[in-house]
């Protein structure tokens, strides 16, 4: 397991302030990004939903149409900001998630799009997990009422660094995916992502720090910010937790952006010490990374 980090790499989590305005939205994400770039870091990434207010009345309104790839601008002004902001960066860019209609059959998808420092497209993760709960006196959401699932697990190389897997907030509450990820040989696991004041409080914090203390690698989860008017009231606290799960950085509700280094002696030193990597006991159970698995290098 040596090596999944080849070298140290600064990563910004940017906790946007998003509205009802994309074009504006657009042009806010491109001005933080070169702000966390101008620090000197090297991943940033940007929160689910991070042109548009969150709400599955939302998602028909501002969806982008993305296939064939590359869209027109037209067809998708994110992705053309995502890509410049990219390239004019020179920085890898988790491109947080956004509404996604797929023109031949009318399906719309929660869809982060990954980006190279020349503007490349690296990876497409379409959220596997919808966001179905109902707690009474708390929160009911369906997403399921206008989204379609992904059906694959995303791992991206960033090739100076290695591989990140990039999954959307629900899919932090599903240990196998971040599993299998890990397994596969990822660094970290990104998850852009909109918890709420009901289960923000109760997991997010929680399921960062499991979710890199099962699989030993840097976990980092980062949120839309706060908008006390908006009907959907983001959590906010992205943060980055490190293998033991110890939390490096975490944010307030507000605009803000949360910087970690992050390193792969870390990584080694963890495994090293509790060497649960090598204690597993695949005769007992299986190994869910092995056999039927749908992922995407
Ligand atoms: O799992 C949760 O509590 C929140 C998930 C969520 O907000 C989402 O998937 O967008």
């Given at each position: 397991?040596?090596?999944?980090?080849?070298?140290?790499?600064?990563?910004?989590?940017?906790?946007?302030?998003?509205?009802?305005?994309?074009?504006?939205?657009?042009?806010?994400?491109?001005?933080?990004?070169?702000?966390?770039?101008?620090?000197?870091?090297?991943?940033?990434?940007?929160?689910?939903?991070?042109?548009?207010?969150?709400?599955?009345?939302?998602?028909?309104?501002?969806?982008?149409?993305?296939?064939?790839?590359?869209?027109t601008?037209?067809?998708?002004?994110?992705?053309?900001?995502?890509?410049?902001?990219?390239?004019?960066?020179?920085?890898?860019?988790?491109?947080?998630?956004?509404?996604e209609?797929?023109e031949?059959?009318?399906?719309?998808?929660?869809?982060?799009?990954?980006?190279?420092?020349?503007?490349?497209?690296?990876?497409?993760?379409?959220?596997?997990?919808?966001?179905?709960?109902?707690?009474?006196?708390?929160?009911?959401?369906k997403?399921?009422?206008v989204?379609?699932?992904?059906?694959?697990?995303?791992?991206?190389d960033?090739?100076?660094?290695?591989?990140?897997?990039?999954?959307?907030?629900?899919?932090?509450?599903?240990?196998?995916?971040?599993?299998?990820?890990?397994?596969?040989?990822?660094?970290?696991?990104?998850?852009?992502?909109?918890?709420?004041?009901?289960?923000?409080?109760?997991?997010?914090?929680?399921?960062?720090q499991?979710?890199?203390?099962?699989?030993?690698?840097?976990?980092?989860?980062?949120?839309?910010?706060?908008?006390?008017?908006?009907?959907?009231?983001?959590?906010?606290?992205?943060?980055?937790?490190?293998?033991?799960?110890?939390?490096?950085?975490?944010?307030?509700?507000?605009?803000?952006?949360?910087?970690?280094?992050?390193?792969?002696?870390?990584?080694?030193?963890?495994?090293?010490?509790?060497?649960?990597?090598?204690?597993?006991?695949?005769?007992?159970?299986?190994?869910?990374?092995?056999?039927?698995?749908?992922?995407?290098?």
């Amino acid at each position: 397991m040596a090596g999944l980090l080849k070298k140290p790499v600064k990563i910004a989590l940017v906790q946007l302030a998003s509205g009802a305005d994309k074009p504006h939205n657009l042009l806010h994400a491109r001005q933080k990004v070169l702000e966390a770039a101008s620090t000197g870091a090297q991943i940033v990434v940007l929160p689910e939903c991070f042109n548009s207010p969150y709400g599955t009345t939302f998602f028909p309104t501002y969806a982008e149409v993305l296939l064939p790839s590359p869209p027109t601008e037209a067809q998708s002004p994110s992705y053309h900001a995502l890509s410049s902001i990219a390239k004019e960066a020179n920085i890898y860019l988790i491109g947080g998630s956004i509404p996604e209609r797929e023109e031949s059959t009318g399906k719309l998808y929660n869809t982060s799009l990954t980006f190279s420092r020349d503007g490349s497209l690296l990876a497409t993760h379409r959220k596997v997990h919808l966001f179905d709960i109902d707690i009474p006196g708390g929160i009911t959401f369906k997403e399921s009422e206008v989204l379609s699932p992904g059906n694959k697990i995303t791992i991206v190389d960033f090739p100076e660094y290695g591989k990140v897997a990039v999954a959307i907030c629900y899919d932090i509450r599903f240990p196998e995916l971040a599993m299998v990820a890990a397994r596969k040989g990822a660094f970290a696991l990104v998850y852009p992502g909109a918890f709420n004041t009901t289960t923000g409080p109760l997991h997010w914090r929680l399921l960062g720090q499991g979710r890199a203390v099962d699989n030993q690698v840097y976990v980092a989860l980062c949120s839309p910010a706060r908008d006390e008017e908006a009907g959907y009231k983001a959590w906010g606290h992205s943060l980055v937790a490190d293998p033991l799960g110890k939390v490096l950085g975490e944010a307030e509700e507000g605009e803000e952006i949360i910087y970690a280094e992050l390193s792969g002696e870390e990584i080694e030193k963890t495994r090293k010490g509790i060497p649960v990597y090598t204690q597993r006991r695949f005769e007992v159970y299986p190994d869910v990374s092995e056999g039927k698995v749908k992922y995407e290098e």
